[in-house]
T-cell receptor, first 115, second 116 residues
């Protein structure tokens, strides 16, 4: 079984301040890790992904995430947020299961950027 | 191609009625997935197709849910005898088959279902 825990349901942050959205996962096998963003009334957009290699992954819109195997974490960071970053962010893990990739999403973290 | 298209965007139906949603994937994508997202939760996988073959459907929530992709292009998701608990956002995504199922999946804007 695999699971994803997003520790914060809502994160308010002032514009131009740094932000970290936390994600922890559990799995008995190797997984792939993703962060998605969802704007109001929109589908999901892939921000970044970790498949293998360097543990620091850079994505779109200035976001980055670091895979920490020992702490089973994949926290998302941005050094300076903008109003347009206000959205809901989902962490997801994926692993091979019976011939297809089983994907599990976290419950999401709502990022509220305050002017 | 403007991406994954879902229709309708919103659907309000009375309990007990049947509803059908449509998803048009990106044209060259051979994989298509359906997810359900309830309020305050992340998306929950329902089923997926490779071309016209439905390769995984064990996650469909009950026998009231069914999905088809008859010609390997668009797909439909049908819910029969809707219940209030079916109220949710239904998301469709598509990708090219590859080693990683979700590597390059693109999501539609979803169909929001409200059962009254």
């Amino acid at each position: 079984a695999q699971s994803v825990t997003q520790l914060d349901s809502q994160v308010p942050v002032f514009e131009e301040a740094p932000v970290e959205l936390r994600c922890n996962y559990s799995s008995s096998v190797s997984v792939y890790l993703f962060w998605y963003v969802q704007y109001p009334n929109q589908g999901l957009q892939l921000l970044l992904k970790y498949l293998s290699g360097s543990t620091l992954v850079k994505g779109i819109n200035g976001f980055e995430a670091e895979f920490n195997k020992s702490q089973t974490s994949f926290h998302l960071r941005k050094p300076s947020v903008h109003i347009s970053d206000t959205a809901e962010y989902f962490c997801a893990v994926s692993r091979n299961s019976g011939g297809y990739q089983k994907v599990t999403f976290g419950i999401g973290t709502k990022l509220q950027v305050i002017p | 191609d403007t991406g994954v298209s879902q229709d309708p965007r919103h659907k309000i139906t009375k309990r007990g009625q049947n509803v059908t949603f449509r998803c048009d994937p990106i044209s060259e994508h051979n994989r298509l997935y359906w997810y359900r997202q309830t309020l305050g939760q992340g998306p929950e996988f329902l089923t997926y197709f490779q071309n016209e073959a439905q390769l995984e459907k064990s996650r469909l929530l009950s026998d009231r849910f069914s999905a088809e992709r008859p010609k390997g292009s668009f797909s439909t998701l049908e819910i029969q005898r809707t219940e209030q608990g079916d109220s949710a956002m239904y998301l469709c995504a598509s990708s090219l088959a590859g080693e990683i199922l979700l590597t390059e999946a693109f999501f539609g804007q979803g169909t929001r279902l409200t059962v009254v």
